[in-house]
């Protein structure tokens, strides 16, 4: 294990990495109204979400393999710079088509980010001490949920919303300085192979599920042709990804990783629990500016509850993890008070208090706090050394397409029954896919209130999903059996103590 000063620089060039990513998320939060004021296209909305996710996701695994098999600096180093240059573009953007475009292109690179810092943390830091460093890294991320908004906020009020993304340059640049001085690969290589048919059967079929909920009753019937075949195609792609996963000598996400208990039971709660919150939350500072008609910088102000409820929670379930070496109530606790805290946010209305916003916020939170910190601690510590990346990366993924899936339902639930509530009604030119803050100031005030209680109930619908979604989390997290917390990282020795057990259940 590397000595305690180098193992520090190495889990600060670590968190920086996660700041960038992290920000980024954060960021684009609170400016997603103006920029479809800009551009128009409130009915895509999500999909400057999606694109990013779902690009994330796709290379996830991928990135995981490869940095088990060539070295996670170099791997790390051109996630960044791939990184960059999406946000680059995106701040170039003059049309929703490019800005999505651009997203996907921040998420081949952000997907690196995730998966091979959170590998890089399995390296150097043992397993009964990681819970501690997870629930700091989720600080991190909770620090970014403040700055982020703020920031975000910040440029779309005083400089413009393009500089959302040209922020993360220096922030960029600066990581990756820091990486490359404080990170030392160990020269160490094998053979490989590296599984890109199975790689590209993920991303077909991933896509064919992002699209299939994007547009499923929004643009294209249930039942028509196209969305059959998206169907059909994700069926397939998915049946052949498994085959190949079976067989593969280097597979992408190689099928042993279900039979432990902890992959199996965190990755389907990670799922849900992405989906539920990415899909949810991305509409709260819509709310916020929307409807409590807010500025940017003040909806980034009002998140800031709900970031130190993820604080509370992450931080907390760590030290707990660390100081009994126990974990299997946590993430079931966690997911409880999620469900609670969903269910309080369809309880919103045009005129709720601003306290009680905040306060539902918090618990929202609490909530999520425990799967950051417990289920990539609980999961690097029952799988083998030569399979950590994978494990890593594998977690992340199926959370990152849980979050993908998310979004896309819960945008096409949200837009479907916005359009219903607004059938009818008199709008301005554009409709409601050019529906602003602006636009809904300027509106008379007897069409201004309907706008803007249809708003509120058209979220209703999302938060209760995610509620449901939650519960789900919730029982799957009963299945959850605990392995005790090693005292020592996984430095060069053959790991002998995770065995594969038979099954995933309790």
Same mark, same amino acid.
């Given at each position: 294990?590397?000595?305690?000063?180098?193992?520090?620089?190495?889990?600060?060039?670590?968190?920086?990495?996660?700041?960038?990513?992290?920000?980024?998320?954060?960021?684009?939060?609170?400016?997603?109204?103006?920029?479809?004021?800009?551009?128009?296209?409130?009915?895509?909305?999500?999909?400057?979400?999606?694109?990013?996710?779902?690009?994330?996701?796709?290379?996830?695994?991928?990135?995981?393999?490869?940095?088990?098999?060539?070295?996670?600096?170099?791997?790390?180093?051109?996630?960044?710079?791939?990184?960059?240059?999406?946000?680059?573009?995106?701040?170039?953007?003059?049309?929703?088509?490019?800005?999505?475009?651009?997203?996907?292109?921040?998420?081949?690179?952000?997907?690196?980010?995730?998966?091979?810092?959170?590998?890089?943390?399995?390296?150097?830091?043992?397993?009964?001490?990681?819970?501690?460093?997870?629930?700091?890294?989720?600080?991190?991320?909770?620090?970014?949920?403040?700055?982020?908004?703020?920031?975000?906020?910040?440029?779309?009020?005083?400089?413009?919303?393009?500089?959302?993304?040209?922020?993360?340059?220096?922030?960029?640049?600066?990581?990756?300085?820091?990486?490359?001085?404080?990170?030392?690969?160990?020269?160490?290589?094998?053979?490989?192979?590296?599984?890109?048919?199975?790689?590209?059967?993920?991303?077909?079929?991933?896509?064919?599920?992002?699209?299939?909920?994007?547009?499923?009753?929004?643009?294209?019937?249930?039942?028509?042709?196209?969305?059959?075949?998206?169907?059909?195609?994700?069926?397939?792609?998915?049946?052949?990804?498994?085959?190949?996963?079976?067989?593969?000598?280097?597979?992408?996400?190689?099928?042993?990783?279900?039979?432990?208990?902890?992959?199996?039971?965190?990755?389907?709660?990670?799922?849900?629990?992405?989906?539920?919150?990415?899909?949810?939350?991305?509409?709260?500072?819509?709310?916020?500016?929307?409807?409590?008609?807010?500025?940017?910088?003040?909806?980034?102000?009002?998140?800031?509850?709900?970031?130190?409820?993820?604080?509370?929670?992450?931080?907390?379930?760590?030290?707990?993890?660390?100081? &009994?070496?126990?974990?299997?109530? !946590?993430?079931?606790? #966690?997911?409880? /008070?999620? %469900? *609670?805290? @969903?269910?309080? =946010?369809?309880?919103?209305?045009?005129?709720?208090?601003?306290?009680?916003?905040?306060?539902?916020?918090?618990?929202?939170?609490?909530?999520?706090?425990?799967?950051?910190?417990?289920?990539?601690?609980?999961?690097?510590?029952?799988?083998?050394?030569?399979?950590?990346?994978?494990? &890593?990366?594998?977690?992340?993924? !199926?959370?990152?397409? #849980?979050?993908? /899936?998310? %979004? *896309?339902? @819960?945008?096409? =639930?949200?837009?479907?029954?916005?359009?219903?509530?607004?059938?009818?009604?008199?709008?301005?030119?554009?409709?409601?896919?050019?529906?602003?803050?602006?636009?809904?100031?300027?509106?008379?005030?007897?069409?201004?209130?309907?706008?803007?209680?249809?708003?509120?109930?058209?979220?209703?619908?999302?938060?209760?999903?995610?509620?449901?979604?939650?519960?789900?989390?919730?029982? *799957?997290?009963?299945?959850?059996?605990?392995?005790?917390?090693?005292?020592?990282?996984?430095?060069?020795?053959?790991?002998?103590?995770?065995?594969?057990?038979?099954?995933?259940?309790?």
């Amino acid at each position: 294990m590397p000595e305690a000063s180098s193992t520090r620089l190495i889990l600060a060039s670590v968190a920086g990495m996660l700041l960038l990513a992290a920000l980024d998320q954060t960021i684009v939060s609170t400016a997603l109204p103006t920029i479809v004021a800009d551009l128009g296209g409130l009915d895509r909305l999500s999909w400057v979400v999606t694109a990013y996710l779902l690009s994330s996701t796709v290379v996830g695994p991928l990135y995981g393999k490869l940095g088990d098999l060539y070295g996670r600096k170099i791997m790390m180093q051109l996630s960044v710079s791939i990184f960059l240059i999406g946000s680059a573009l995106a701040g170039l953007s003059g049309s929703m088509p490019f800005l999505i475009a651009s997203r996907a292109i921040q998420g081949l690179g952000g997907g690196g980010l995730f998966v091979l810092a959170l590998t890089v943390v399995g390296d150097v830091v043992a397993p009964r001490e990681r819970g501690k460093i997870q629930g700091i890294f989720a600080g991190v991320f909770g620090m970014a949920s403040v700055i982020g908004p703020l920031l975000g906020g910040f440029f779309v009020d005083n400089l413009s919303w393009r500089w959302i993304f040209y922020v993360n340059l220096p922030v960029g640049l600066a990581a990756l300085a820091i990486f490359a001085t404080a990170f030392r690969p160990t020269g160490r290589r094998i053979s490989h192979r590296v599984d890109y048919a199975g790689a590209a059967l993920l991303a077909t079929a991933l896509s064919a599920i992002v699209l299939y909920s994007s547009l499923s009753g929004q643009s294209y019937e249930l039942t028509s042709p196209t969305m059959l075949s998206l169907a059909a195609v994700a069926v397939v792609a998915l049946a052949g990804f498994v085959f190949v996963e079976l067989r593969a000598k280097e597979p992408v996400l190689p099928m042993q990783l279900f039979t432990y208990n902890n992959f199996a039971v965190m990755g389907t709660v990670g799922f849900v629990i992405g989906a539920a919150m990415f899909g949810a939350l991305t509409f709260l500072p819509f709310y916020l500016q929307a409807v409590k008609g807010v500025s940017p910088t003040v909806s980034g102000l009002q998140l800031i509850p709900m970031t130190l409820g993820i604080l509370v929670g992450s931080i907390g379930s760590g030290q707990v993890m660390s100081r &009994t070496g126990h974990y299997r109530w !946590l993430p079931a606790l #966690g997911a409880a /008070v999620l %469900v *609670a805290g @969903f269910l309080l =946010l369809t309880r919103l209305e045009p005129d709720t208090d601003d306290w009680l916003v905040a306060a539902y916020m918090f618990v929202v939170g609490l909530g999520m706090g425990p799967s950051m910190s417990v289920g990539m601690t609980s999961i690097q510590n029952a799988v083998p050394r030569e399979m950590m990346g994978v494990g &890593t990366a594998g977690f992340t993924t !199926l959370r990152q397409i #849980g979050g993908s /899936v998310g %979004v *896309a339902l @819960f945008g096409t =639930l949200f837009t479907n029954t916005l359009a219903a509530k607004f059938e009818g009604m008199p709008m301005p030119s554009g409709g409601i896919r050019s529906l602003g803050t602006e636009m809904i100031g300027r509106m008379p005030a007897p069409i201004r209130e309907k706008v803007l209680n249809g708003i509120t109930d058209a979220l209703h619908p999302v938060f209760a999903a995610a509620a449901a979604l939650a519960a789900v989390a919730f029982l *799957a997290s009963l299945l959850l059996k605990e392995i005790e917390l090693r005292k020592t990282a996984r430095a060069d020795e053959a790991e002998a103590e995770a065995e594969p057990e038979t099954g995933a259940g309790a």
